[in-house]
């Protein structure tokens, strides 16, 4: 025990655990809520004319319509980005149309890691021979193995090991505090980590509940040590914290299982589903002390925070968290919104606002990334920009 604390204090005072650069990359086509409405209820009165008789005696269930200005009003969502477009508003497919690929081919999901993890090394200003561990982290992989990040690894010639790993809407700060410990104790000195949140082919686009809540992105975070690092903003993890507490509020059924269960492998709670009231209920709370904890544990309080890169469900759910720590909601400047273009990109949500908006903050300011979703799961970094190099 003795010597793990001497280790612990010789990791705190050898080496600080840095973010040297981060990477953002957006799909080409982007789909506004108007659009998606209108194909939604095009869909919706297409069912209902077709069963109009069954649903009269009761025996089916008319499909409601959706609004653009619920979306909006509820949950802040404008727009999202599609890595495909064709297909999801045709009304008689409503899924994007991905055009299958070899396996000789590089994988879509391995394409859009590539795409973020290649500005994020631009960011950092690393080569790719530079870095010894790839960890991509998201909701969904296209595929059980070989992982994603096998695949990304082999495409950058990077030396080292690499493995996916799944924690829904916490992926990307999770994975960001395995990189973290990764670094702290020497098994790898620089970690490339990557989120290709690919969620359009998980979304049910003929559900009225949540057909607008996601977008799909790609994001990707450098960590390293301080004694490497060479990049212009860079920022010092002071603490990390993780937390999960299992709920059936936000499920996927997807799964390997399913042919053996001889379930539809198509049904609709294969897909994305979830109570989002509960969820808003409960998570709100949960997210707010855990923030409070985390800053406690370092000695801070919300008040020292200068921007939080919250996770990006909802709007309104970003607003009350920040009013319970703050005791007054969160200006756009201490903690942005990128819903509105991006909608929900769920581990992505958090990294994204941080690519946006961190340049300006000045040395020493402080931040919080924190995620919060299904599991649930709720992961945070508290970070200190170093000085502009
Ligand atoms: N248009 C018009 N009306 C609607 C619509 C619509 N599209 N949808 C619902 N309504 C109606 C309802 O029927 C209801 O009507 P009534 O009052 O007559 O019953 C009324 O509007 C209010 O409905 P809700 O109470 O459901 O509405 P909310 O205000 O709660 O808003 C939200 C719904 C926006 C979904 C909100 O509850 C929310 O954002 N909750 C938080 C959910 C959340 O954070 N979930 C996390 C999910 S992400 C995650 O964990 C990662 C998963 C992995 C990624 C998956 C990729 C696919």
Redesign the pocket.
């Known amino acids: 025990m003795a010597s793990l604390k001497h280790f612990e204090r010789h990791v705190e005072v050898a080496r600080k655990i840095i973010i040297s650069g981060s990477g953002l990359w957006k799909p080409p086509h982007v789909i506004t809520n108007e659009e998606l409405v209108d194909a939604y209820n095009a869909y919706a009165e297409k069912f209902n004319r077709e069963n109009a008789k069954e649903i009269e005696r009761e025996e089916v269930e008319a499909k409601?319509?959706?609004?653009a200005e619920?979306?909006e009003k509820?949950?802040g969502i404008k727009a999202r980005y599609a890595y495909i477009k064709d297909g999801i508003l045709d009304i008689d497919r409503m899924r994007p149309r991905i055009p299958a690929r070899s396996e000789d081919e590089l994988s879509h999901q391995a394409e859009i890691a590539l795409n973020a993890a290649r500005i994020a090394l631009t960011e950092a200003n690393k080569d790719a021979s530079e870095v010894d561990a790839v960890i991509v982290s998201c909701?969904?992989t296209e595929r059980s193995y070989p992982a994603i990040a096998i695949e990304v690894q082999g495409a950058l010639g990077i030396k080292g090991f690499g493995f996916d790993m799944l924690v829904?809407?916490s992926a990307a700060t999770f994975a960001l505090q395995r990189a973290f410990e990764m670094v702290s104790t020497g098994t790898a000195n620089c970690v490339l980590v990557i989120n290709p949140e690919l969620?359009s082919p998980?979304?049910n686009y003929r559900d009225?509940?949540?057909?607008?809540?996601?977008g799909d992105i790609s994001t990707a975070t450098i960590v390293e040590s301080d004694e490497t690092c060479k990049s212009k903003h860079s920022y010092e993890i002071m603490g990390t914290k993780a937390v999960t507490s299992f709920s059936n509020n936000?499920r996927?059924n997807f799964g390997y299982i399913t042919y053996a269960t001889d379930a539809d492998p198509y049904g609709a709670d294969k897909?994305?589903h979830?109570h989002?009231?509960s969820?808003?209920k409960e998570?709100c709370p949960m997210a707010a002390k855990h923030i409070a904890d985390h800053l406690a544990e370092l000695g801070l309080t919300p008040d020292d925070l200068k921007r939080w890169w919250l996770h990006q469900?909802?709007l309104n759910?970003n607003l009350l968290i920040s009013k319970r720590l703050l005791g007054r909601e969160a200006t756009r400047d201490e903690a942005p919104i990128v819903l509105d273009e991006y909608a929900?990109t769920?581990?992505a949500g958090s990294l994204i606002a941080f690519n946006l908006y961190h340049k300006d903050l000045q040395e020493g300011d402080i931040g919080v990334i924190c995620s919060?979703?299904?599991g649930y799961s709720i992961g945070s970094l508290v970070l200190k920009k170093r000085a502009v190099a």
């Open positions: 409601p319509l959706s609004t619920f979306i509820a949950s909701a969904y829904a809407c969620t998980q979304i009225r509940d949540s057909h607008f809540i996601f936000i996927s897909l994305f979830q989002g009231r969820v808003f998570v469900a909802n759910m929900n769920a581990s919060f979703g299904a």
